[in-house]
């Protein structure tokens, strides 16, 4: 029985644990689910089983540095791996994931998808060539989706690399008849705006900032009952959860990092509970501060 009602069963069994087993089992990452993150994933899943046409519809998933977009795309991905295909000429790929080149070339698309897929680079080869290999190629793993991570990256190029490469977003979608979903800040949104036919298709779904709300106080508790501390340390408290997303400027990853560093801190002291002072003490430097520092050198 869990001696522990602050912790779940899996976080009260890490307390067995020696402080620097603990210490490394909070330093790994972790999913913590909630309203908004579930409405995307199942929209996800829709758009992978969508009924196959030559215009599909596309995703743009939206949000701040570090609010959230890589973690959720990460547990969508878990949930569609790769898998054999013993009666077939290769694995069947579900969902294939790739960043954005650093800027907007053409061939390094292809490169990138390449990479991932483990196919050899030719020398030589045209662009032509690469795009036919491509779809070749993705024809072969009965790929279900696209996913373009770091979507803003188009916006480091000329206006005519711009176009050129949300013209290779639309001819794979088309071509193959897959959904495209990209993934980005709200300079992504931009991005795809370059290109008015492609962008009525990318329906936008935005990880927005958290605020001190209701849902707040439901995720910071459930931060709570996996940082495996002794004592409870009421996150959702409305003082420690204004604190909490002030300090944090309002995005998950950056209230992950906090929480973190301030759990490692209360089992170094012995305290074995978050605390406001605990907050202030662990180390952590804000968004803000963070910023203040850089412009002072």
Not at 26 to 34: M, Q, V
Request: proline letters at 7%.
């Amino acid at each position: 029985m869990n001696s522990y009602p602050h912790l779940s069963d899996t976080a009260a069994n890490k307390l067995s644990l020696s402080n620097a087993e603990r210490i490394q089992h909070i330093k790994k990452p972790r999913w913590i689910g909630y309203d908004r993150a579930r409405e995307i994933i199942t929209k996800l899943e829709d758009l992978l089983v969508h009924p196959r046409q030559p215009r599909m519809p596309n995703m743009l998933i939206i949000g701040e540095t570090n609010n959230g977009k890589t973690v959720l795309v990460s547990k969508f991905r878990e949930k569609h791996p790769a898998e054999e295909n013993p009666n077939g000429e290769a694995v069947n790929i579900p969902v294939l994931y790739i960043q954005a080149p650093p800027s907007p070339d053409e061939g390094a698309i292809y490169s990138a998808i390449f990479n991932r897929l483990f196919e050899n680079p030719r020398r030589g080869e045209s662009i032509t060539s690469k795009r036919d290999r491509v779809v070749a190629v993705l024809r072969r793993v009965n790929l279900g989706m696209i996913m373009v991570d770091e979507l803003q990256h188009l916006l480091a190029g000329s206006y005519v690399k711009q176009r050129n490469f949300l013209n290779v977003l639309k001819y794979m979608g088309n071509e193959l008849c897959v959904p495209i979903v990209g993934i980005g800040t709200t300079e992504a949104i931009r991005a795809i705006q370059t290109d008015p036919q492609l962008s009525n298709r990318f329906t936008p779904e935005v990880l927005p900032k958290w605020t001190k709300n209701s849902e707040l106080a439901r995720l910071l508790a459930s931060f709570e009952r996996v940082l495996p501390l002794q004592r409870p340390s009421q996150l959702s408290d409305p003082a420690m959860a204004t604190r909490i997303v002030d300090l944090a400027n309002g995005t998950i990853g950056e209230m992950s990092t906090l929480l973190n560093t301030a759990a490692i801190y209360a089992i170094k002291t012995g305290e074995e509970m978050i605390t406001l002072e605990t907050l202030e003490a662990c180390g952590y430097i804000s968004p803000d501060r963070r910023k203040q520092v850089a412009t002072t050198l």
